[in-house]
Nanobody
């Protein structure tokens, strides 16, 4: 059983930066596709970024390309999301997910088996 714990959320002004962390236990995150999703009140869950095992190749949602960067530290079994140039529309609960089931694209939240509890990010204007 893989457990994921997010941290690093908070309140930031527009234009600012935050780094979110997703610490894994019970499994090696470098063995799985690991992703970040976000969900704002009244909205559907949105793909933010994903990173593949071994190759570390990454993919991003259109709304965050060029502003967010996903990375990982294998020694710490942790995946990060560096968020720069934050906008009020980035306000959401951010959750990390791991272990993509076969047949699902990495941007499809329905394909992930393990989820963290989420961390709130609020961007003020």
């Amino acid at each position: 059983q893989v457990e994921l714990v997010e941290s690093g959320g908070g309140l930031v002004q527009a234009g600012g930066s935050l780094m979110l962390s997703c610490a894994g236990s019970g499994g090696t995150l470098n063995s799985y596709v690991t992703a970040w999703f976000r969900q704002a009140p009244g909205s559907e869950r949105e793909f933010v970024a994903a990173i593949r095992p071994i190759s570390n190749s990454a993919g991003y949602g259109d709304s965050v390309k060029g502003r967010f960067t996903i990375s990982k530290d294998n020694a710490k079994n942790t995946v990060y999301l560096q968020m720069n140039s934050l906008k009020p529309e980035d306000t959401a609960v951010y959750s990390c997910a791991a272990w993509l089931s076969p047949g699902h694209d990495y941007s499809d939240h329905r394909g992930y088996v393990y989820w963290g509890q989420g961390t709130q990010v609020t961007v003020s204007s």
